[in-house]
């Protein structure tokens, strides 16, 4: 167990929608990054925040939108949702920016 | 922009024998690079990182990675590899002119063959 936890495990939802994946980062951890994993691109990233603030951003579409509150929790929104956007979507933390990333176990996102 | 290769989709060892799952990267500044563990249905796990130092860093599970810079290689190693071994592994890099971004490589599969 890593220490970081994300909700939903699994989400099924149609085209079109919209969904929120949460992500609580290990205890004192500052930095949360979220990924994209699908069978056909592999891990890809997507952003990632420090302390509130965004600090780089990855192959992120313009339909989906991250944010990290003030207890460091994050939240990605995923809009307009299309059936490619099906996927593993892993958050990870780490405490400062150059160290190694604990991932969460992922949730898997089915659209229909 | 920084890149990472895994040149193998899949790698088959035999228990008992030295395991190396290859890994190079291109990036503009100097690299910081991981290796990183994933077993099905699970997040990925942190083996081992390069950021500075010893180009020989020794990790979880018995896992040592080389940091050859000429060679822009960072290959994993084990000296005796277990089948609980088996999973799908990912190198990953870091440019330190880039900012935070991070790429992963493709994943290389590893079977530890009883």
């Known amino acids: 167990d890593s220490g970081v936890t994300q909700t939903p495990k699994h989400l099924i939802t149609a085209t079109g929608q919209r969904v929120t994946l949460r992500c609580s980062p290990r205890?004192?951890?500052?930095?949360v990054y979220w990924y994209q994993q699908s069978l056909d691109q592999g891990l890809q990233f997507l952003i990632q925040?420090?302390?509130?603030?965004?600090?780089a951003k990855g192959n992120i579409l313009e339909r989906f939108s991250a944010q990290q509150f003030p207890d460091l929790h994050s939240e990605l929104n995923l809009s307009s949702l299309e059936l490619g956007d099906s996927a593993l979507y892993f958050c990870?933390?780490?405490?400062?920016?150059?160290?190694?990333?604990?991932f969460g176990p992922g949730t898997r996102l089915t659209v229909t | 922009a920084q890149s990472v290769a895994q040149p193998e989709d899949q790698v088959n060892v035999a228990e008992g024998n030295p395991l190396t799952v290859k890994c190079t990267y291109s990036?503009?500044?100097?690299?910081?690079l991981f290796w990183y563990v994933q077993y099905p249905n699970r997040g990925l796990q942190f083996l081992l990182k390069?950021?500075?130092?010893?180009?020989l860093v020794k990790g979880s599970y018995g896992f040592e990675a080389e940091f050859n810079k000429s060679q822009t290689s960072f290959h994993l190693k084990k000296p005796s590899a277990l089948v609980s071994d088996s999973a799908l592994y990912f190198c990953a890099v870091r440019d330190d002119n880039y900012g935070q971004n991070f790429v992963f490589g493709p994943g290389t599969r590893l079977s530890v063959l009883p």
């Open positions: 205890s004192g951890d500052l930095s």
């Open positions: 925040y420090y302390n509130g603030e965004e600090r």
């Open positions: 390069y950021i500075t130092g010893d180009n």
């Open positions: 990036v503009s500044g100097n690299p910081y």
């Open positions: 990870a933390s780490s405490p400062q920016q150059d160290y190694e990333q604990y």
